[in-house]
């Protein structure tokens, strides 16, 4: 029996927040480009539209001995220009080794709407594929509609602002732990 006494590196928490280093942003459009070009096929090369000209991106970190290590999830939050108040989060996406470790979609979700809100977001939605809706609606998100887009259904929803309240720190961000075995 060959014995490795050395376990793989699994950290115990993760950094949500604005991704604002070049490296971090680097590092969640090529996650990106992984989950929804690679993996899913819905982009062919690159998924990066005009919406990446103004969204903010936010990423969670791994850490490693309390340091950041590499972008393990992302997603992007925006503004619509045209109507103040009204902001749009898209293109979430967890590394697929990372996946399952519910604290990161949740606490992704959570800076996503939080910092939004802090911004003065009176209403935040997003078109979210239909194999992630349970999870949208545990964190108080409400369908409004069933879309399909680039062939796959998806279903407009809502959060619940009441359930997020304001992030005015969000370059800091928040700490989520793995979830337990």
Not at 92 to 109: D, E, K, P, Q, S
Request: with cysteine; glycine share 8%.
């Amino acid at each position: 029996m060959i014995f490795d006494p050395v376990p793989p590196f699994r950290p115990s928490h993760f950094n949500v927040k604005f991704a604002v280093a070049p490296w971090e942003r680097r590092a969640c459009a090529a996650l990106r480009r992984q989950v929804f070009c690679t993996e899913q096929g819905i982009f062919e090369g690159d998924d990066r539209d005009a919406i990446d000209a103004h969204a903010i991106p936010i990423c969670a970190l791994s850490t490693l001995g309390g340091e950041a290590d590499g972008v393990v999830g992302t997603v992007r939050i925006h503004e619509v220009a045209e109507r103040p108040g009204e902001w749009w989060g898209s293109r979430l996406a967890v590394a697929r080794a990372f996946r399952g470790t519910a604290a990161l979609g949740a606490g992704l979700i959570q800076v996503a709407v939080s910092s939004a809100h802090a911004r003065g977001c009176t209403r935040f939605l997003a078109h979210v594929q239909e194999r992630n809706v349970p999870l949208f609606e545990a964190l108080h998100w409400a369908r409004l509609d069933a879309v399909d887009l680039h062939g796959r259904a998806h279903h407009l929803m809502q959060a619940d602002l009441s359930a997020y309240p304001p992030m005015y720190d969000p370059e800091h961000g928040l700490v989520t732990f793995r979830k337990a075995a």
